[in-house]
């Protein structure tokens, strides 16, 4: 069994979304300063946390009374393979569309 899904399901909410663009630009961060991101109550960000955890997206780490978040750039490069092999179907259907419309006007 794949292993996507529940990564792209994890990733279809806006705000988990954003956690993770936010994470990749910034880093390791405090769920506090995570949740300072968003107009979301704190209990809302961490479920959209255990979310992202549980998908395999992002790393938790405790120092003290702090929880880390980070991005698992295995987790990402998952998405981006798949990307990628798909990428050859899209590049011939977009090939035939052009090819078809040039056609159509001759």
């Known amino acids: 069994m794949s292993l996507l899904p529940p990564l792209f399901a994890?990733?279809?909410?806006?705000?988990?979304?954003?956690?993770?663009?936010?994470l990749m630009e910034e880093?390791?961060?405090?769920?506090?300063?995570?949740?300072?991101?968003?107009?979301i109550s704190a209990p809302a960000v961490s479920r959209h946390l255990s979310v992202l955890h549980r998908a395999g997206l992002v790393a938790?780490?405790?120092?003290g009374q702090?929880?880390?978040?980070?991005?698992?750039?295995?987790?990402?490069?998952q998405v981006s393979d798949w990307t990628m092999n798909h990428r050859a179907f899209?590049?011939?259907?977009?090939d035939r569309l052009e090819q078809a419309l040039l056609e159509d006007k001759k």
């Open 60 to 63: 938790r780490r405790i120092n």
């Open 10 to 22: 994890a990733l279809s909410d806006p705000h988990r979304f954003e956690i993770i663009e936010r």
């Open 66 to 77: 702090q929880r880390l978040y980070s991005v698992r750039p295995e987790a990402i490069r």
């Open 27 to 39: 880093g390791e961060t405090p769920a506090g300063d995570i949740s300072n991101m968003f107009d």
């Open 90 to 94: 899209w590049e011939a259907s977009l």
